[in-house]
């Protein structure tokens, strides 16, 4: 597997482990989770559920304009 060396300072080491510790995971792990997070974004965790879900009635789709009739090629 390959390997990949940071150089970070004590303060920014304390930090991650801090945040890796919280989340229960290794070092290793946790930094690995957050670069792909950032180059792989992807939608919250049930972002779906929320489609129709605004109660305003004034949340409406706008009247269409009619397709226009075209001539055939």
């Given at each position: 597997m390959?390997?990949?060396?940071?150089?970070?300072?004590q303060e920014q080491l304390l930090k991650i482990e801090n945040e890796a510790h919280a989340e229960n995971m290794s070092l290793s792990k946790w930094v690995v989770s957050k670069i792909m997070e950032r180059i792989e974004p992807h939608y919250p965790e049930g972002w779906a559920d929320l489609f129709g879900s605004v109660a305003d009635p004034a949340f409406t789709?706008?009247?269409q304009p009619k397709l226009e009739t075209r001539e055939a090629f």
């Open positions: 390959p390997q990949l060396s940071l150089y970070v300072t789709r706008p009247d």
